[in-house]
């Protein structure tokens, strides 16, 4: 069964950066593509990032220019590097990716303190 994996959430200060990774299996990846979405409290799930199998992307206007959303094929990861955090960054952040269905990994937290 697909099974998504996400790490390298944490406490950052306004203005630093993290990381994310999403470990992805169970699919065959590269033909996939792949999200980052991310959920704060009280409000809906929204769509961060996403990235096709040819690797042509695409962002919510409120982290352009700040997130970067990458691929690797070969290792079935798909990473979201954020610059410039902001305090409404912190959500959980969310990998997916849709098969017969829409599939979730178990999130990770960021918390950007100001």
């Known amino acids: 069964q697909v099974q998504l994996v996400e790490s390298g959430g944490g406490l950052v200060q306004a203005g630093g950066s993290l990381r994310l990774s999403c470990a992805a299996s169970?699919?065959?990846?590269?033909?996939?593509?792949m999200a980052w979405y991310r959920q704060a409290p009280g409000k809906q799930r929204e769509l961060v990032a996403g990235i096709s199998y040819g690797g042509t992307t695409n962002y919510a206007v409120s982290v352009k220019g700040r997130f970067t959303i990458s691929r690797d094929n070969a290792r079935n990861m798909v990473y979201l590097q954020m610059n410039s955090l902001k305090p409404e960054d912190t959500a959980v952040y969310l990998c997916n990716v849709y098969t017969s269905t829409s599939n979730w990994g178990q999130g990770t937290q960021v918390t950007v303190s100001s």
């Open positions: 169970g699919i065959i990846f590269s033909a996939k593509y």
